[in-house]
């Protein structure tokens, strides 16, 4: 009796002392790890303000391999989430959030560990010798949770080396995208209505005295239709891309217009009545020259390869300013960039 009494004083005690170091120690837990890649901010941004390719780079992929990943809400940016299950003897769920995001800087995630609770994770970007530093970060806060914060000792050594190896697999993808930096253009992911517009076909060589000149031609032919046909005009001018090679320039000159024209709007007519394309696009708004607009395009071609967007159709330039009352430097043109 009395040798069972002092096993169970015994395990009390120990249990005591276990409850005590356990309270004893840090409730919260960091990790982070760090990775150079040579590549603009705004290139490793966009492999980390979403999940569209997160399982391609992420290391917990080959941890729960049978696990089922969802995406859900926007593609980038605030509220666009994955979530994965794992079914079977050990079933397993969770998710993961972007709380919020400042371009070209940080992301903030919300994690859901069901069962294991929750945690906070971010991406820290610095621009660093050309390239761009990031840091990926994990906190975690095990409260009154005593078994909790005893396996948080063990934290930074288990996630170190997953944090360490999905950043290396991140900084290989990212260095082999175009090393194009648009971070100083407003430029954006969106949804555009169809258009109304009344339209004629055009073309000119490579050199900008020729296009403006075939563009006032072509603007001429569509006002001249829309004062015949009693039109009212209801936005700013653009021009639809057919071609832009060695031939130069081709182009649908438009103005968007309501009303119902009442003659010559036939298949034959040099003005024509048309929509717009409906739908996504990448928006980019060009401040300068028309003559530096191919530059613009080139850095939406790459914001639209690192955010792994297809083309969807011709592009379109909406001339927001009057070069005849704007200064050239100050003109502002928006480009439209159909995308699936």
């Known amino acids: 009796?009395?040798?069972?009494k002092r096993l169970v004083i015994t395990v009390v005690a120990i249990f005591v002392v276990i409850l005590v170091i356990g309270l004893l120690l840090p409730r919260t837990r960091h990790v982070e790890r760090s990775v150079m890649i040579d590549a603009p901010a705004c290139v490793v941004f966009a492999q980390v303000n979403g999940f569209g390719h997160f399982n391609d780079w992420s290391p917990f992929v080959a941890v729960i391999p049978d696990a089922t990943y969802t995406l859900e809400g926007p593609d980038f940016g605030v509220g666009a989430k994955i979530t994965w299950e794992v079914t079977g003897p050990k079933p397993e769920v969770g998710g993961q959030t972007i709380v919020a995001s400042t371009p070209y800087d940080r992301v903030d995630t919300e994690l859901d560990l069901g069962p294991q609770g929750s945690a906070q994770s971010a991406f820290l970007l610095q621009p660093e010798n050309g390239g761009t530093r990031l840091t990926w970060t994990f906190d975690t806060d095990f409260g009154l949770d005593i078994p909790g914060?005893?396996?948080g000792l063990l934290l930074d050594r288990q996630?170190?080396?997953l944090f360490a190896?999905?950043?290396s697999n991140l900084k290989r993808r990212a260095e082999a995208l175009p090393k194009v930096d648009w971070s100083n253009i407003e430029i954006e992911l969106a949804v555009?209505?169809?258009t109304t517009i009344a339209y004629s076909t055009g073309s000119s060589g490579p050199d900008p005295t020729e296009i403006s000149a075939?563009?006032?031609a072509t603007y001429g032919r569509v006002l001249s239709f829309v004062s015949t046909n009693g039109l009212?005009?209801?936005g700013q001018p653009l021009a639809i891309t057919n071609y832009w090679d060695d031939?130069?320039?081709?182009f649908d000159a438009g103005i968007p217009v309501s009303g119902t024209p009442n003659r010559g709007a036939g298949p034959d007519s040099p003005v024509r009545m048309g929509e717009t394309y409906g739908g996504r696009v990448v928006h980019a708004v060009h401040v300068g020259p028309y003559s530096e607009l191919e530059k613009t395009y080139k850095k939406i071609e790459a914001f639209m390869v690192a955010h792994s967007l297809e083309n969807n159709g011709r592009p379109w330039e909406v001339f927001v300013s009057d070069p005849g009352n704007v200064p050239e430097t100050e003109l502002v043109t928006e480009v439209y960039y159909p995308v699936k």
């Open 1 to 4: 009796m009395k040798l069972l």
């Open 247 to 250: 031939r130069g320039w081709g």
């Open 159 to 161: 996630l170190g080396p």
């Open 165 to 167: 190896q999905g950043l």
């Open 192 to 194: 555009v209505p169809s």
């Open 149 to 151: 914060r005893y396996w």
């Open 232 to 234: 009212q005009l209801a």
């Open 214 to 216: 075939a563009l006032a």
